[in-house]
């Protein structure tokens, strides 16, 4: 989009601002067979075609194509499927051969090629349809007959991963053109950090890391397993080296790269402060333990360790909002939760010793001792009750029957808390958005940085398009209606019910925007200070900010 692009409030289509619309594409039906199939299939112009779709499937097939050259590597698994892997390879170069020709019969209408002097030799020396080429070419000439060296098959088979430069070179085109003039650390932030420089590519890298977080998560969970670690253990140590390697370098880029940030400008104590963050140490977390284990395993076994690189997993938490809104609710419902948190240490140590006193006489071996019997308590407060450890006696059975009862609702006071808080945290944050929007439709336009701000904060509270259209309605009456409000004099309004309750839920509703945009402490300051406020225009005041918080 333009930088300069406006949205017209009465010509607003929240669909096309949010981005997620299913737009059908305009051609039409009675333009050359030629034209319409280049129009549909590969136009990159045409919004709602299919030229993404087919880049998506495409570049898919070529991914699996890579993994099926590495498994065909290890014997144990390519000699029991040979007819699989033969039927797959003959679905990818049909697949690969029919794109060659549509791209070759499409040559004349692609931008590049239409006013060369021969479109369709023009396309067959293009870098793009040598690559094409040559990952069919292996195909037909073990066909013909032609003896190739299966090394050299292999390699010219693997030539097909070069098929996703298509996908990457006009990201990167794109990526270029929106960092131009801008310094090397400016490009690689706007690479690895969310801002509007990124593009595409910023997308395609944040892809490429979570693509290869679940590679790495599932190789070592596979690793687990003694039968398949003895077939892959070569494979599953060269994926962990090249995953080690990957994250290292994204993690140096945030590193360097942060000072771009705000809030993190300097470049000691800015780059100090972005390693100390969640993010940023769970990226720490993800490569540490094989570092570890290189330099140190001859002086001690760290073996152990390589089960933390299931902490790789928690880097997919950065492209989720949902955790961070979470950290928010347990830091606000803190006070709540440790009360009941402590209640529940008090009963499981109380009832432990309890269960002790009961039961050791009768169950020495399993009631042993005060800490054995915690774990008794727990598991019984949380309605588990795995039945390893039981009690026997009269008294013990009739204490478990009152902890199992206890258990239902004091174990129930946290997930109710969470719950409640979370949805309040949602109903909070979709109030400021409101808010904002208030002050974004007063002239009304959206510019191009509002419109941003909206798609942002839509996608980070999972707001539907209907959920924000509804949104913009409401605001944009509000709005009306204040404005008609306005223009009525005081004691117009008072003489009508109907409209003094509209005027007093739009000054509730300013003050409630007030307190939400306004600094909140130097607000209560000033007004104690200039003691400007009566006791009861404080007690509303205090009464609206504490609903919010």
Not at 331 to 344: D, L, Q
């Given at each position: 989009m333009e930088q300069n692009k406006s949205y017209k409030l009465e010509d607003l289509d929240v669909q096309s601002l949010l981005g997620n619309q299913d737009i059908v594409a305009d051609i039409a039906s009675d333009l050359p067979f030629r034209k319409w199939l280049y129009s549909w299939l590969l136009d990159p112009n045409i919004p709602g075609n299919y030229q993404k779709a087919v880049d998506k499937w495409i570049g898919l097939l070529i991914v699996a194509n890579l993994f099926v050259l590495v498994f065909e590597h290890v014997p144990a698994l390519y000699e029991p499927y040979k007819g699989f892997y033969h039927?797959?390879?003959?679905f990818s170069v049909i697949v690969f051969t029919i794109e060659y020709a549509v791209r070759f019969y499409l040559a004349p209408e692609d931008e590049e090629f239409k006013t060369k002097k021969n479109a369709h030799v023009s396309y067959l020396f293009s870098p793009f349809a040598i690559i094409d080429f040559l990952a069919i070419a292996p195909f037909y000439l073990k066909l013909l007959g032609i003896p190739l060296d299966l090394r050299i098959l292999r390699f010219l088979r693997l030539l097909r991963i070069l098929k996703l430069f298509r996908i990457l070179i006009p990201a990167y085109a794109d990526f270029v053109k929106l960092n131009q003039g801008r310094t090397f650390r400016q490009r690689v932030h706007a690479l690895v950090f969310p801002s509007a420089f990124g593009g595409k590519m910023q997308e395609i890298f944040d892809a490429f890391i979570?693509?290869?977080?679940?590679?790495s998560v599932f190789a070592v969970i596979m690793e687990s397993m003694a039968s398949v670690s003895y077939i892959l253990n070569l494979q599953f140590v060269i994926l962990d080296s090249v995953a080690v390697g990957i994250f290292t370098i994204e993690y140096c880029m945030r590193i360097y790269s942060c000072v771009e940030e705000p809030g993190f400008k300097s470049p000691i104590g800015g780059r100090f402060k972005q390693a100390k963050t969640a993010s940023t140490l769970i990226d720490f977390l993800?490569?540490?333990?094989?570092?570890?284990?290189v330099f140190l395993h001859h002086l001690i076994d760290l073996r152990f360790l390589r089960v933390f690189r299931l902490a790789r997993l928690l880097k997919l938490t950065r492209y989720n909002d949902a955790t961070a809104?979470?950290?928010?609710?347990v830091v606000r419902e803190w006070p709540v939760m440790s009360a009941s948190a402590f209640i529940m240490m008090l009963l499981v140590v109380l009832t432990a010793s309890l269960g002790y006193l009961?039961?050791?006489e009768a169950q020495p071996?399993?009631?042993?001792?005060i800490p054995q019997s915690i774990y008794w308590a727990v598991i019984t407060l949380a309605s588990v009750g795995y039945g390893d450890i039981s009690p026997v006696t009269p008294m013990g059975r009739a204490m478990t029957i009152v902890l199992a009862l206890i258990g239902i609702g004091i174990f129930a006071i946290p997930?109710?808390?969470?719950?409640?808080?979370?949805?309040?945290?949602l109903v909070k944050e979709r109030e400021a958005l409101k808010a904002n929007l208030f002050e974004m439709l007063k002239d009304g336009h959206i510019d191009e940085d509002e419109a941003n701000f909206i798609r942002q904060e839509a996608k980070r509270l999972h707001l539907t398009t209907e959920e924000v259209n509804a949104l913009i309605e409401m605001v944009q009456r509000e709005n009306e209606a204040a404005h008609n409000i306005k223009e009525l004099p005081i004691h117009v309004i008072a003489e009508r019910p109907e409209i003094a309750v509209e005027h007093y839920k739009m000054l509730v509703g300013q003050i409630r925007q007030l307190s939400m945009l306004t600094d909140t402490t130097k607000f209560e300051q000033t007004a104690k200070e200039s003691d400007s406020l009566t006791a009861t225009e404080w007690s509303l005041w205090q009464s609206i900010k504490a609903k919010q918080n």
């Amino acid at each position: 989009m333009e930088q300069n692009k406006s949205y017209k409030l009465e010509d607003l289509d929240v669909q096309s601002l949010l981005g997620n619309q299913d737009i059908v594409a305009d051609i039409a039906s009675d333009l050359p067979f030629r034209k319409w199939l280049y129009s549909w299939l590969l136009d990159p112009n045409i919004p709602g075609n299919y030229q993404k779709a087919v880049d998506k499937w495409i570049g898919l097939l070529i991914v699996a194509n890579l993994f099926v050259l590495v498994f065909e590597h290890v014997p144990a698994l390519y000699e029991p499927y040979k007819g699989f892997y033969h039927v797959f390879d003959i679905f990818s170069v049909i697949v690969f051969t029919i794109e060659y020709a549509v791209r070759f019969y499409l040559a004349p209408e692609d931008e590049e090629f239409k006013t060369k002097k021969n479109a369709h030799v023009s396309y067959l020396f293009s870098p793009f349809a040598i690559i094409d080429f040559l990952a069919i070419a292996p195909f037909y000439l073990k066909l013909l007959g032609i003896p190739l060296d299966l090394r050299i098959l292999r390699f010219l088979r693997l030539l097909r991963i070069l098929k996703l430069f298509r996908i990457l070179i006009p990201a990167y085109a794109d990526f270029v053109k929106l960092n131009q003039g801008r310094t090397f650390r400016q490009r690689v932030h706007a690479l690895v950090f969310p801002s509007a420089f990124g593009g595409k590519m910023q997308e395609i890298f944040d892809a490429f890391i979570g693509v290869w977080v679940l590679l790495s998560v599932f190789a070592v969970i596979m690793e687990s397993m003694a039968s398949v670690s003895y077939i892959l253990n070569l494979q599953f140590v060269i994926l962990d080296s090249v995953a080690v390697g990957i994250f290292t370098i994204e993690y140096c880029m945030r590193i360097y790269s942060c000072v771009e940030e705000p809030g993190f400008k300097s470049p000691i104590g800015g780059r100090f402060k972005q390693a100390k963050t969640a993010s940023t140490l769970i990226d720490f977390l993800a490569i540490l333990p094989f570092f570890l284990e290189v330099f140190l395993h001859h002086l001690i076994d760290l073996r152990f360790l390589r089960v933390f690189r299931l902490a790789r997993l928690l880097k997919l938490t950065r492209y989720n909002d949902a955790t961070a809104i979470l950290v928010k609710v347990v830091v606000r419902e803190w006070p709540v939760m440790s009360a009941s948190a402590f209640i529940m240490m008090l009963l499981v140590v109380l009832t432990a010793s309890l269960g002790y006193l009961f039961e050791h006489e009768a169950q020495p071996e399993k009631f042993e001792n005060i800490p054995q019997s915690i774990y008794w308590a727990v598991i019984t407060l949380a309605s588990v009750g795995y039945g390893d450890i039981s009690p026997v006696t009269p008294m013990g059975r009739a204490m478990t029957i009152v902890l199992a009862l206890i258990g239902i609702g004091i174990f129930a006071i946290p997930a109710a808390l969470l719950s409640s808080a979370f949805s309040d945290q949602l109903v909070k944050e979709r109030e400021a958005l409101k808010a904002n929007l208030f002050e974004m439709l007063k002239d009304g336009h959206i510019d191009e940085d509002e419109a941003n701000f909206i798609r942002q904060e839509a996608k980070r509270l999972h707001l539907t398009t209907e959920e924000v259209n509804a949104l913009i309605e409401m605001v944009q009456r509000e709005n009306e209606a204040a404005h008609n409000i306005k223009e009525l004099p005081i004691h117009v309004i008072a003489e009508r019910p109907e409209i003094a309750v509209e005027h007093y839920k739009m000054l509730v509703g300013q003050i409630r925007q007030l307190s939400m945009l306004t600094d909140t402490t130097k607000f209560e300051q000033t007004a104690k200070e200039s003691d400007s406020l009566t006791a009861t225009e404080w007690s509303l005041w205090q009464s609206i900010k504490a609903k919010q918080n």
